[in-house]
């Protein structure tokens, strides 16, 4: 059974800095390219950052140069990270990771990232 564990959410202030954690449990994780997604209030869900297998990484303009995708794959558990720095108001959103290209059984509860003074 698959399962996504986000968290590290919160409230921070601008300019300010957060680390989200995904926890996969399942050695099978380890073969996927995984991503971390947000979707604001009112719009579609976008990628944020990838990262493959072998630790490359791309990110969206939007957060190139903020944002920074680690994973570590150990046995029978893989998790990702989002390094999340220079945060701005329009990074609020809810932040949940999947494989890249995402499957739809796969989306947890996310965490919720609230950026405001």
């Known amino acids: 059974q698959v399962q996504l564990v986000e968290s590290g959410g919160g409230l921070v202030q601008p300019g300010g800095s957060l680390r989200l954690s995904c926890a996969a449990s399942?050695?099978?994780?380890?073969?996927?390219?995984m991503g971390w997604y947000r979707q604001a209030p009112g719009k579609q869900r976008e990628l944020v950052a990838t990262?493959?297998?072998?630790?490359?990484?791309?990110?969206a303009d939007s957060v190139k140069g903020r944002f920074t995708i680690s994973r570590d794959n150990a046995k029978n558990r893989v998790t990702v990270y989002l390094q999340m720095n220079s945060l701005k108001p329009e990074d609020t959103a809810v932040y949940y990771c999947?494989?890249?290209?995402?499957?739809?059984?796969?989306w947890g509860q996310g965490t919720q990232v609230t950026v405001s003074s």
């Open positions: 999947n494989k890249e290209p995402p499957s739809d059984s796969w």
């Open positions: 399942g050695s099978i994780f380890s073969i996927y390219a």
């Open positions: 990262i493959t297998r072998g630790g490359s990484t791309d990110y």
